[in-house]
Structures are given as structure tokens and as C-alpha cells.
């Protein structure tokens, strides 16, 4: 038996980090503005990008403004192209979240000894081998129809099967 591990699907979704955070992990960025937008739209919170600009005193890239302790979701959507930013109490980041799905199939592999590897008439397979008195043999092993060992095997007009 093999195992063989096979990745079906990537998707990307999207999550708000925490009030405070200076920005996404390495590599879940996002990228654009309207990357930033449909984020906000997949997370359903009810806002465009309502700032946009460079300034490294907020979470860089895409996040939303708003208040932990006001319950308030989201005030607006800023999109900060600063190379680095710092965190903020009223913003969170909003990032990409990379979900892979991952699935694993068995496969069943079946080996078929040949029929001369049997030693004796005991172990000779009489599904697919003939026992010839003195060695185990293929039917495919008989040339000819007078050769071929009837009840075990067929003589098809061309070979012995």
C-alpha cells in the first residue's frame, strides 16, 4: 500500500487581527486597494477605504478604524501604502488568511509473481498458472495449440491464454 498526499485547494480568506497590531504577517499581505476593499466587503463590515495615504503611525497596508471599548465595528477603512507601520488601540489590520486543503488517497498496489517463481504443484496459482509436471507455467508460455493444456487454459486461434 502507498500513501500519497495530494493539495486539492487554495483559498484565501480573509481575517481582522486584533486592535493594536502593527500589520499582517509576512506574507499575507494584501496588496491593493481594491484587494483591501473586497476584504472588507468578505469580512461584512460596512465600510470603503475611507483614508488613503503613507504614514508610518498606523498599522500599515489595509485596516479598519474603529473602538474596542465602544463596540463600534468599524468607523472607515484606511489603506496606508507606508513601507512599516505601528500599531494603533483603534485600528486592526485586516489580512489575508491562506487556507490550504489537503486530502490523502490509499492506493492499493497488487504485485503478481510470475508463474515460474513457484517451486512445486502445491503453490502453483491455478487461477493463471498450470503445473506441468515439472515446473509452474504461464498459459501465455504454451506456443502452440497442441501444447496447450486444456481445462486451465484456452487456445484463443493464436495463443494460449
Not at 16 to 30: D, F, N, R, T
Not at 48 to 66: K, L
Not at 123 to 142: D, H, L, N, Y
Not at 152 to 161: D, I, K, L, Q
Request: charged letters at 10%.
Amino acid at each position: 500500500d502507498v500513501t500519497v498526499g495530494m493539495t486539492l485547494k487554495m483559498t484565501h480568506a480573509y481575517v481582522q487581527l486584533a486592535y493594536g497590531v502593527s500589520g499582517c504577517p509576512p506574507g499575507c499581505e494584501i496588496t491593493t486597494k481594491d484587494q483591501c476593499e473586497a476584504a472588507f466587503a468578505a469580512l461584512g463590515l460596512n465600510t470603503t477605504v475611507a483614508w488613503e495615504g503613507s504614514y508610518a503611525s498606523i498599522p500599515v497596508g489595509c485596516s479598519v478604524q474603529g473602538s474596542v471599548s465602544s463596540g463600534v465595528k468599524s468607523d472607515g477603512g484606511h489603506w496606508n501604502t507606508a513601507p512599516s507601520g505601528t500599531g494603533r488601540d483603534n485600528q486592526a489590520p485586516i489580512c489575508m488568511q491562506t487556507t490550504t486543503t489537503t486530502t490523502t488517497a490509499e492506493v492499493t498496489t497488487t504485485t503478481t509473481q510470475a508463474c515460474s517463481s513457484f517451486a512445486d504443484a502445491a503453490s502453483c496459482p491455478t487461477e493463471r498458472c498450470v503445473w506441468s509436471g515439472s515446473a509452474c507455467e504461464a498459459c501465455s508460455s504454451f506456443a502452440d495449440a497442441a501444447s496447450c493444456p486444456t481445462g486451465r487454459c484456452v487456445w484463443s486461434g493464436n495463443a494460449c491464454e
